[in-house]
């Protein structure tokens, strides 16, 4: 079956400016995860999602940074006044349930770049 | 919360010798403790992980062992081969919610052929 896909692979923006990134989950796949990962460093959380709701934000930096799961699949990770410093790999991981050692499945990333 | 400390950060091994990465974790709560490798450009992938009840696992040429009183574990390659050679992270799961994944700085592991 499909794996987990972000769109986009890319994208480019101009400091100050909105951007959404959007993860697809696998199938059936209740929670939800997105990292950040800049050049040289290991994945670092950001959200969780169970289901429709964030059952851990605390890794969200600041409130320029939101996410939303509505129906319990799509993940859209917005950010607000992007900053030269957001310029990052953002990964989006998905697993059958958040229990247990079920292996979370990455993305393949999409690279943000803020001019 | 949980820091996990990962060494070395790099690490060149000749073809068919053994290569070890050890990582330290703060949190005596984590429970779960994957290793994923991550090639060039390329998404982490799951390549063994442990659990908190378990001392070592093995699959193949990989092994994972973990020392729950020292709050350490190590990933133990044997045979390695060039394609072998790529990013390796750990990881430990806690946090206050006991869902976050905290991940090290990653190992450049390079084999030699």
């Known amino acids: 079956g499909a794996g987990v896909s972000q769109t986009p692979s890319n994208k480019v923006t101009e400091k100050g400016k909105y951007v959404e990134l959007r993860c697809d989950p696998i199938?059936?796949?209740?929670?939800l995860y997105w990292y950040r990962q800049s050049l040289g460093q290991g994945p670092e959380f950001l959200i969780y999602?169970?289901?429709?709701?964030?059952?851990?934000d605390s890794g969200l930096p600041n409130d320029r940074f939101f996410a939303v799961r509505p129906e319990g699949s799509v993940s859209t990770l917005k950010i607000q006044r992007t900053e030269r410093g957001d310029s990052a790999v953002y990964l989006c991981?998905?697993?059958?349930?958040?229990?247990?050692?079920?292996?979370?499945?990455f993305g393949p990333g999409t690279r943000l770049t803020v001019l | 919360g949980e820091n996990v400390e990962q060494h070395p950060s790099t690490l060149s091994v000749q073809e068919g010798d053994s290569a070890v990465i050890k990582c330290t974790y703060s949190?005596?709560?984590?429970?779960?403790f994957p290793w994923y490798k991550q090639e060039l450009g390329k998404r982490p992938q799951l390549i063994i992980d442990?659990?908190?009840?378990?001392g070592e696992k093995k699959d193949q040429r990989i092994a994972v062992t973990l020392n729950k009183t020292a709050k350490h574990f190590s990933l133990h390659i044997t045979e390695t081969q060039p394609e072998d050679s790529a990013v390796y992270f750990c990881?430990?799961?806690?946090?206050?919610?006991?869902?976050?994944?905290?991940f090290g700085t990653g190992t450049s592991l390079t084999v030699i052929p």
């Open positions: 199938s059936g796949h209740t929670a």
């Open positions: 999602f169970q289901g429709t709701g964030a059952a851990d």
């Open positions: 990881a430990a799961r806690g946090g206050i919610t006991g869902n976050q994944f905290y």
């Open positions: 949190d005596s709560a984590s429970n779960y």
């Open positions: 991981a998905s697993s059958l349930t958040p229990v247990s050692t079920n292996e979370q499945f």
């Open positions: 442990i659990r908190s009840n378990v």
